[in-house]
């Protein structure tokens, strides 16, 4: 089966950064467009970031415009969030899957087939 990993959470302090990763398991990513998605406990999934599959168009969430960059290295199979100034908001499980992309844009809603990871823990605290 097709999955996403994601790897790179941890507890930071607000104000800190954070770098996450996400690769494929056994298969290439520089076929999707990738988005990164986070859920704190009580709260609804909501999408965070994505990048589309060549990697020259991308989009963020209000929450974290300007705070948040995503890239990725298709010759290393590797899409990643950096995370910069993080506030108490930001703990959640964060997810990488393959999102809806256009010619010249990148979607932050999961596609039909978003593989989606088991996620990685970003608690922000104190």
């Known amino acids: 089966q097709l999955q996403f990993m994601e790897s790179g959470g941890g507890l930071v302090r607000p104000g800190g950064s954070l770098r996450l990763s996400c690769t494929g398991s056994g298969f290439s990513l520089d076929f999707y467009a990738i988005g990164w998605f986070r859920q704190a406990p009580g709260k609804e999934r909501e999408g965070i970031s994505c990048i589309n599959s060549v990697g020259d168009a991308t989009n963020f969430a209000d929450s974290v415009m300007g705070r948040f960059t995503i890239s990725r290295d298709n010759d290393r199979n590797i899409v990643t969030l950096e995370m910069n100034n993080l506030k108490l908001e930001d703990t959640g499980v964060y997810y990488c899957?393959?999102?809806?992309?256009?010619?010249?844009?990148?979607?932050?809603?999961?596609?039909?087939?978003?593989?989606w990871g088991r996620g990685t823990q970003v608690t922000v605290s104190a």
């Open positions: 899957a393959s999102t809806l992309q256009s010619r010249t844009k990148c979607h932050m809603i999961p596609s039909g087939s978003p593989y």
